[in-house]
């Protein structure tokens, strides 16, 4: 049996910089993680880049989050994206933002970030135990005591919880952290993957997986979802479609889906032309050539596989040209380009999603501290609280900022 100030369950991005913090303050850590080594997820984040941060201040980041986004206040006043810069630096890791606004390490590599977490860790002398599953939360008189892990017991007053959610299973996420705070009283919402490629009914996009097309506009065709926008690269796939703009998408598809089965969506795939920009765009093309069919007009816009696909859902023919076709075939050739449906039918779950969405429900969690309002000394951090955010480095930076917090808050 050993005593510790605090013990940290998890050694993602929010639960290494808990560690961290909570070791400058001067408190006896352990860190304890299921599996062989830290950071397995941090080290997949980004494809192995790990977008850490973007620039956006932070109203506008929060609004990105929905309508629980001003919880992150204090975490964000705490840790802000500067902040956070500032902290990777002083670890001897230097970041750029190329775009001007997703910020990386320089070299783009995430074993970058993962090294320095760790030699701080180390350089605090923070206790670390692998291969160490926590099994139980203890508790007295509703305050926390202790952890049990398949084969020790370990005490503290103080637990940060930070497990992390269901996606990408394969990293170790097998939702641990859930069935913890569930033990102790909390309330954890309903659970959707997230962040994922999704599949359609439509098998015409088979034929069209060879381009990134640009700037797509998606938006769900239900008059209760009409909101529901986004904007991006879209990839087809051989059964549905991925890219940035599905990532961020899917966040909000899943749940619909959960209770609809199916969820139709129009994508404009001509950078967010209307019909009447599309019949001007022709019209500019013929005077500009007068020989020019359908197919050679759109080739500016659109990839020659997406133009073959579209003309043959309409039923024409993309070597005549445009103003050789029928008044009503040209009007739903033009309605198409501006607006294509598609139709959600699935996704692959968990195993495909880069995040949870849902998790331990806010109003249990007191947001100056991340503490729990029900049991004193159990803090949570990270994606395991039902907050989550689109992809561009929102997430990661939440779960170092309330990851800093909950570990601040205990000095």
């Avoid at 919880?161 to 996606?167: D, N, Q, R």
């Avoid at 999603?353 to 429900?361: E, F, K, L, N, V």
Wanted: proline share 3%.
């Amino acid at each position: 049996m050993s005593n510790y100030d605090v013990i940290v369950v998890g050694s993602g991005a929010a639960g290494m910089i808990a560690a961290i913090k909570a070791g400058r303050d001067g408190k006896k850590v352990l860190l304890l993680e299921k599996l062989s080594k830290l950071g397995a997820k941090l080290k997949a984040t980004g494809g192995g880049r790990c977008n850490l941060t973007n620039t956006l201040g932070h109203d506008e980041f929060m609004v990105k989050f929905g309508r629980n986004g001003r919880f992150m206040t204090e975490a964000l006043n705490l840790l802000s994206h500067d902040a956070l810069i500032k902290f990777f630096k002083e670890l001897g890791v230097d970041t750029h933002a190329p775009d001007g606004f997703h910020v990386f390490p320089i070299g783009h590599n995430s074993q970058t970030i993962l090294t320095a977490l760790e030699d701080e860790l180390t350089n605090l002398h923070v206790e670390i135990k692998s291969s160490q599953k926590v099994v139980e939360l203890l508790s007295q008189d509703l305050h926390v005591s202790g952890v049990k892990t398949d084969n020790c017991i370990y005490h503290a007053q103080n637990i940060i919880i930070a497990t992390g959610g269901l996606g990408y299973p394969a990293l170790g996420a097998q939702g641990d952290g859930y069935a913890l705070a569930l033990s102790l009283g909390h309330t954890v919402t309903k659970l959707f993957p997230a962040m994922m490629p999704l599949l359609v009914k439509e098998e015409w996009v088979t034929n069209c997986r060879a381009d990134t097309l640009p700037k797509v506009q998606l938006r769900v065709n239900i008059k209760k979802y009409k909101h529901l926008k986004a904007v991006g690269d879209l990839i087809f796939t051989k059964n549905g479609i991925r890219g940035p703009v599905v990532l961020d998408f899917a966040r909000e598809i899943t749940p619909i889906l959960s209770k609809l089965g199916e969820v139709p969506i129009v994508a404009n795939l001509t950078k967010g032309m209307s019909e009447d920009d599309i019949i001007h765009h022709f019209k500019n093309e013929n005077l500009k050539d007068p020989d020019a069919n359908i197919e050679q007009n759109l080739l500016s816009i659109l990839p020659k596989s997406v133009i073959a696909q579209l003309c043959k859902l309409v039923g024409i023919d993309a070597s005549v040209k445009f103003n050789k076709i029928s008044g009503k075939k040209r009007e739903g050739f033009v309605k198409i380009l501006a607006s294509t449906p598609l139709n959600i039918t699935g996704h692959d779950g968990f195993k495909m999603a880069m995040i949870t969405r849902g998790g331990i429900s806010l109003k249990e969690i007191n947001p100056r501290t991340m503490q729990s309002k029900l049991i004193k000394g159990l803090y949570f951090c990270g994606e395991i609280m039902d907050l989550d955010g689109p992809c561009g480095g929102y997430n990661l930076q939440w779960s170092f900022s309330s990851g800093y917090l909950a570990g601040h808050l205990l000095s």
